[in-house]
């Protein structure tokens, strides 16, 4: 069974502070990565897709992963109270030609406090 | 910006009734996945649809489910017989051929069954 685990939190950060977001995945072929953000009731976000070993920055948030670990994280700095979220992992893993699908993790429920 | 939509955003029917779930996906995307999440639980694949055929299903998508793309736009999820157990929001997600797999979501209908 491919999995992909997620710290399950809750993560509490005050305002303006780093939240560190992390993920593992058992699938070694997997070859994309996402975050995905999702606020209670509403449907999962994009926030950032990776690719490639390293970090990859947009905006606040930087991601990152090691293929070699089979590991994915997420940090988002000087972090608002408007990043209270519950936050995906998904991976999309290839099962077949040009077939994918996304498997997400638990989400891990980040929290930041005015 | 081009979105997901779903139509209804809520639906209560009763345990044994049918129920059709609907979608427009990007225009231009080829790719159509129908996902759904158990309350407090993970984002789950249910199937995924190209050319006019599912390209893969899960587990969960038994005789119960199909999935049909009736013409040129909308893409539904039918559940012929629902169980109480079928209560989750549905998602259905979208994706181009040429893009890097990245899948979009839309809103999302939350079904209850009674």
């Known amino acids: 069974q491919k999995e992909v685990e997620q710290n399950s939190g809750p993560l509490s950060v005050p305002e303006g502070a780093i939240a560190s977001l992390n993920c593992t995945y058992s699938d070694r072929v997997s070859q994309s990565f996402f975050w995905y953000r999702q606020y209670s009731g509403k449907s999962p976000e994009l926030i950032m897709s990776?690719?490639?070993?390293g970090d990859k920055e947009d905006g606040r948030f930087t991601a990152q992963l090691n293929k070699a670990s089979q590991y994915v994280s997420l940090l988002i700095r000087d972090s608002q109270p408007s990043d209270s979220a519950t936050y995906l992992c998904a991976v999309n893993m290839r099962s077949g030609g040009s077939n994918y699908k996304l498997t997400f993790g638990k989400g891990t429920l980040l929290t930041v406090n005015p | 910006e081009p979105e997901v939509t779903q139509t209804p955003s809520h639906q209560v029917t009763q345990m044994g009734q049918e129920v059709i779930l609907r979608c427009v996906p990007i225009?231009?995307?080829?790719?159509f996945y129908w996902y759904r999440q158990i309350l407090g639980q993970k984002v789950e694949f249910l199937v995924s649809f190209y050319n006019n055929e599912i390209s893969e299903k899960s587990e969960i998508f038994d005789d119960q489910f199909s999935v049909e793309r009736p013409d040129g736009s909308n893409f539904t999820l039918k559940i012929r017989s629902t169980k109480l157990e079928d209560s989750a929001m549905y998602f259905c997600?979208?994706?181009?051929?040429?893009?890097?797999?990245?899948?979009?979501f839309g809103p999302g209908t939350r079904l209850l069954v009674l």
């Open positions: 990776i690719y490639s070993n």
């Open positions: 997600a979208s994706r181009e051929r040429t893009s890097q797999e990245t899948q979009y």
């Open positions: 225009s231009n995307h080829l790719y």
